[in-house]
């Protein structure tokens, strides 16, 4: 690499802008050679089209016709990739207004071009701090843009345009903005860059300005006006550290910045974010709280109908098309005797039960008296906890004896002496209490189940209930696994009996299958709910994506002219989107635990699972990479120069 080497070549430039039917013509057949380790002036009154040339130059635009090259190659057949390369690498841009990113601080602004060429963050930190630290801000770094004058500002931009060590450094009326003095001092940056060896190419409208190049070229109307041309050569290139950027930032470091911008935007504009997000916040919260309440009442059947015993067949008088079961009379106690003769069948329990007024002294108790045989205990597992249970000579005597739920025995005799041995009066009837029944606790469902009475179903049924047939017969079976066929054997019995199907035989996997099936349904219409209200979060979401990427044009368009590619501004933009309903996800989930808990308070069952958490804090990750990719898109495919064109 010689002093002497070409490294920009412009060759008949034209630039024509369309406004209306009528053409602007901002360059007219430009051409222009710069060296290495020039430092070129560009003069011209406002509108002559020095910004134009600089943006082509720049790579941030492209001729309508001509030929430009860089470092010998044709920029028209780069890609957008190489040219975002060349921007990142090659150029330092300096802009009149700054350019500066106002949520970043000083720092961080001078970082961005070494983030998108893949420094790693402790060395562009480091790098960043040295060079603020040589142009004179070193107390500065943590400051934002809107801290700082001016004159403090250009020269952080001026840092930028270094962070990269690129060898051309583009400065586009750079003390425009500035009062004299700042002026100045960068004016006096400029020339020791040019020292080290950088090539300088500055855009001024001032006399006194371009008097510090070394060559200045006149611009009017498009076209060169004239070029005090021959360049003495500048000092030997610099020797600063070059790093490799060849690939850019790699993935990772991409999603890394990408994930501290999102963090950024989001708590700039925290309220419309939590509004934006409400409905994902909803929808999370939703699944997770009603999933919660369905797993508690699942959790509930399941406990009732297993505490009920997963080897009993229950038969029920009626069946489907029969209008009232009532009616039937078919069920009787030599059903449950015929039932009995199946090998697989341990006990048949003919039952029935009702309301009745129990008595003893002066206490009356209204309860539940129920018949049945004499194997109940073993076949509900309840034994008895003093006395004894009925026997098959009580059913076959109709004995008028009764044994006594814990409940019933303790409201009844409150003396606290054994009732056993006592009589209570059923409808007046006097009954032998024979025994009390072990305390069997509160169903899940809450009843109480040691407020009632048993009583030999003979007995029963001819001298409180005055009616032949059964309310149920409950079954129980040896071996459950053989369930099924025991349960076919007992239909066919009672069809022949019954010479007509008139009733119902159901065991208790079949109840729990159902249970299942009603939580499965239930289940599926919440996934709906949720769904749906994912998907307005999503479409909400998108709309404020598109929303940020108008307000963030600029923010973009500082982003590629510093040297981000169109995957870099695509990931920023997606990963945004995705961390903010990421965030609503957290949220929800949190409100959804919130709301299953104060349920819970309020005396519900409430299991919270981790699943329909995590399913939902997926979907709503997810809704954000869809819905976020059309804004992004947006984003990415943005003009440099009409994006920093922005206000
Ligand atoms: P300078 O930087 O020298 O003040 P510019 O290069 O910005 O001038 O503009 C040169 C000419 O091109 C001006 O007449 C301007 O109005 C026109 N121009 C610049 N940008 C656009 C654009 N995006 N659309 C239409 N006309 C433009
Ligand atoms: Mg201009």
Not at 167 to 195: C, N, Q
Not at 336 to 355: D, Y
Not at 601 to 606: A, F, I, L
Request: proline residues 4%; charged residues 20%; contains cysteine.
């Amino acid at each position: 690499m010689t002093t002497n080497e070409i490294i920009l070549e412009l060759r008949d430039v034209h630039k024509e802008y369309a406004t209306g039917d009528t053409v602007v013509r901002a360059l007219d057949g430009v051409s222009l050679t710069v060296r290495r380790g020039e430092f070129v002036a560009i003069m011209g009154q406002s509108g002559s089209g020095k910004s134009t040339l600089m943006n082509i130059i720049g790579c941030l635009d492209r001729p309508t016709s001509g030929s430009y090259t860089v470092l010998g190659q044709e920029a028209a057949r780069l890609s957008p990739d190489e040219l975002a390369a060349l921007r990142r690498e090659t150029f330092g841009f300096v802009f009149q207004r700054y350019n500066l990113l106002a949520t970043a601080t000083a720092g961080e602004n001078v970082e961005i071009p070494s983030v998108y060429a893949g420094l790693p963050k402790h060395k562009r930190s480091a790098h960043a701090r040295g060079l603020l630290e040589r142009l004179g801000l070193g107390d500065r770094t943590g400051h934002r843009p809107a801290e700082l004058s001016g004159g403090q500002q250009q020269r952080v931009a001026i840092a930028r345009a270094l962070v990269n060590d690129p060898p051309v450094i583009l400065a586009d009326e750079p003390t425009g903005a500035l009062d004299t003095k700042s002026g100045e001092e960068v004016l006096a940056l400029l020339k020791k860059l040019h020292a080290e060896g950088r090539t300088i190419v500055l855009i001024t409208h001032a006399e006194n300005v371009a008097s510090h190049a070394s060559r200045v070229v006149h611009i009017q109307d498009g076209k060169i006006l004239s070029d005090s041309g021959a360049p003495e050569p500048g000092a030997a290139p610099s020797a600063i550290e070059r790093h490799d950027y060849s690939g850019g930032a790699p993935f990772f470091a991409s999603v890394q910045e990408a994930l501290l911008t999102a963090w950024r935007s989001l708590q700039v504009n925290i309220f419309r974010t939590v509004l934006t997000l409400l409905g994902i916040i909803i929808g999370v919260a939703a699944v997770v709280a009603m999933l919660a309440v369905g797993e508690g009442s699942r959790q509930k059947v399941l406990d009732r109908i297993s505490s009920f015993g997963t080897n009993l067949i229950l038969i029920r008088p009626g069946a489907a098309g029969i209008r009232n079961a009532g009616d039937i009379v078919t069920l009787v106690p030599e059903d449950a005797a015929a039932i009995k003769t199946i090998p697989n069948v341990e006990t048949a329990l003919p039952e029935r039960s009702g309301r009745i007024t129990a008595r003893y002294g002066n206490i009356d108790y209204q309860t539940t008296i129920q018949g049945t045989g004499a194997d109940f205990p073993s076949a509900r597992d309840w034994p008895v906890g003093e006395g004894q249970f009925f026997n098959d000579d009580d059913l076959k005597q109709y004995a008028p004896v009764v044994v006594l739920g814990k409940t019933v025995a303790k409201t009844l005799f409150t003396d606290g002496r054994s009732p056993v041995g006592k009589y209570v009066l059923v409808k007046n009837v006097p009954f032998l209490v024979i025994g009390v029944m072990s305390e069997k606790g509160a169903a899940p469902n809450g009843n109480d189940q040691d407020d009632v009475l048993f009583t030999p179903i003979t007995t029963g049924l001819v001298r409180l209930f005055g009616k032949s047939y059964l309310g149920s017969i409950t079954i129980k079976v040896a071996d459950a696994t053989q369930i099924e066929a025991t349960q076919d054997q007992v239909e066919t019995i009672l069809k022949a009996r019954h010479r007509t199907e008139d009733f119902s035989v159901r065991n208790m996997a079949s109840i729990l299958q159902a249970a299942m099936e009603t939580q499965d349904t239930f289940t599926l219409l919440l996934g709906t709910v949720a769904a749906i209200s994912l998907l307005v979060g999503g479409i909400g979401v998108m709309n404020i994506m598109l929303v940020s990427v108008v307000e963030r044009t600029r923010e973009i368009g500082i982003r590629m002219a510093t040297g981000a590619r169109m995957r870099d501004i695509l990931l920023q933009f997606n990963i945004e989107a995705a961390v903010v309903c990421a965030a609503g996800g957290v949220l929800g989930i949190l409100l959804g635990m919130g709301a299953g808990f104060a349920l819970r308070y309020s005396g519900m069952t409430v299991i919270f699972s981790p699943t329909p958490a995590l399913l939902a804090f997926a979907c709503a990750s997810a809704t954000g990479l869809v819905f976020g990719y059309l804004p992004a898109r947006k984003a990415a495919r943005l003009d440099p120069v009409v994006a920093l064109a922005s206000e």
